[in-house]
């Protein structure tokens, strides 16, 4: 089970690419309302969820929290108690965290990141706290994957499929749907 948290003024392109990947695989991806179940993307369009954030569960079912970057989103995300419960958790358990554009400024806000490869959106590097920042669109290190911005959300995707399905899948997925 993964849960990708949408929260107001989400970043869409960075949410919707990878729930598509993910879900070509077979992945059961959730939609998780941060306070409602409408939420309103940071370009005007509204998504209906499929969960809101009171009623999600932390246990052994889930592989992976998706944190989809954009503005004001990454601050609600930051924000949100069940964002940080579900990232703590992630972390006591060594369950994935992917995290793009600026929303990993929140995972290093957390401390997450020390000695970690991560990237983020342009000017973010700052919040890195303790990270190694390469130039790259998306990277894996541990359980943690970062990608940099809206420019990278199939790389980014491909990366999550990578981490929890294998290269080999990702490589697959990536020829199917033409990207180079």
Known sequence: MIYVFLAQGFEETEAVAPIDLLRRCGKEVYTVGIGDN?????????????????????????????????????????????VQAAIDYCAEHNIFIGAICAAPSILGHNGLLKGKKAVCYSGYEKELTGAEVLDVPAVIDGNIITARGAGAAVEF??????????????DKLREAILCP
């Open 157 to 170: 995707g491909l990366k999550l499929v990578e981490a929890l399905v294998s290269k080999e899948r990702s």
């Open 38 to 82: 409408i939420i309103k993307s940071s370009h005007d369009i509204n998504v209906l969820t499929d969960t809101e954030d009171l009623l999600i569960e932390l246990n052994s079912e889930l592989e992976m929290i998706v944190l989809p970057g954009g503005m004001p989103g990454t601050v609600n995300l930051e924000g949100s108690k069940a």
